[in-house]
């Protein structure tokens, strides 16, 4: 028993040594790029499309139409901290999450991220960010568990942009604090 406290001491002691910018593994996304809208006939004006962390989407603003009133796969997004992974005490450690709009140049872009159905540990505020342009947020340790949240977007299509499904994309990092 003191052997083992001694070991936990002596790991948490050498995590002040470690860089803080180190990544959680796995990140994964499914699916891989933003959601299709399906065939979006232009707008005159610009058009933001709304789409819940289950799957509804909705035209909050503008004039473009979208062709299907069906839902739509939202993404998922997975992490952890592979077994065991002392090299970095995944265990100890919070971790912080950074959800941004890649800059594809499209005419169609991601406006706000929220997210819902976190599972696998808490947030470190004790409650979900609220929706924004770019989400950070910070997470309790991992506890050897998978870290799952699903992801709603609004995407904001430029106006008189082509018919068709427009792409768009986004990127997910997570590092320790």
């Not at 062709?67 to 997004?77: E, Q, W, Y």
């Not at 970095?88 to 997210?115: H, K, M, Q, Y």
């Not at 924004?132 to 506890?143: E, K, Q, R």
């Amino acid at each position: 028993m003191l052997r083992a406290l001694k070991l936990l001491i002596f790991l948490v002691a050498g995590s002040c040594l470690l860089p803080n910018a180190a990544t959680a593994q796995m990140v994964s996304l499914s699916p891989q790029a933003g959601p299709a809208l399906g065939t979006v006939i232009r707008g005159s004006t610009a058009t933001t499309f709304s789409m819940t962390t289950a799957g509804v989407v909705s035209r909050t603003s503008g004039d473009a139409i979208r062709m299907s009133s069906g839902m739509v796969a939202v993404p998922t997004v997975s992490f952890n901290c592979g077994l065991l992974n002392l090299a970095e005490l995944c265990l100890l450690r919070p971790v912080r999450v950074t959800i941004s709009p890649s800059s594809a140049g499209g005419a169609a872009t991601i406006s706000r991220f929220r997210i819902s159905n976190l599972s696998g540990t808490t947030y470190r505020s004790g409650s979900a960010p609220q929706d924004a342009s770019i989400l950070v947020f910070d997470l309790n340790p991992l506890l050897l568990s998978t870290v799952t949240f699903k992801l709603g977007l609004d995407v904001l299509v430029e106006a008189g942009a082509q018919t068709g499904n427009a792409a768009y994309s986004y990127t997910v990092s997570v590092t320790f604090i």
